[in-house]
């Protein structure tokens, strides 16, 4: 069924669409446009073929986790895998630190609620960046994420990235 639909999507709508596989938990149009290379225009059409939904209050759009799944796989076999990711950690953790001054800003709350609304493509990124390229590709943002993660107290996920983060810095000994 997914195939079906798949192929008769253009070439452009297929590439849009496997991009946007790396988003967890949704997404907006610059993000979108800087990870996935998607304008307005073909955002549109994929919800208009119910590929995509859009949360008409907020103007986030989501992708249905089996079509996630799916489109994922028909990126990994394009081969694009790896460059979109890259752009999407880089995407993130500059998301990050461009919030960062806020935290201690008038502007907090507005800061603090758009980093909210992105902390599962945050979270994943972050991972990833850790895991694929090393601590120092999310290092700049480290302390706005802390501070996220202490004002709206969520310590157990902030422990889990920075105790990954910690493995990955920890010298690697050769065990007999």
């Known amino acids: 069924v997914f195939d079906s639909s798949f192929n008769r999507l253009d070439e452009h709508l297929q590439i849009i669409f496997r991009r946007l596989s790396v988003f967890r938990g949704g997404f907006d149009l ?27 209050h907020t103007g986030r759009y989501e992708l249905h986790e089996l079509l996630r799944q799916y489109a994922g796989e028909r990126m990994e076999a394009a081969g694009e895998q790896e460059s979109i990711l890259a752009a999407y950690t880089d995407y993130y953790v500059s998301f990050v630190c461009q919030r960062e001054r806020q935290l201690i800003s008038p502007s907090q709350t507005k800061a603090l609620n758009e980093i909210q609304t992105d902390f599962d493509n945050i979270r994943h990124a972050f991972s990833r960046a850790i895991k694929r390229r090393g601590v120092d590709s999310a290092w700049p943002a480290f302390s706005g994420l802390y501070a996220f ?24 000994t050769d065990k007999p």
């Open 149 to 172: 993660c202490d004002m709206r107290s969520r310590f157990y996920e902030g422990e889990a990235i920075f105790r990954l983060a910690s493995e990955y810095l920890a010298p690697q």
């Open 30 to 56: 610059p993000a979108a446009r800087a990870i996935a290379g998607a304008d307005l225009r073909t955002l549109i059409a994929l919800v208009d073929k119910s590929l995509l939904t859009r949360e008409p």
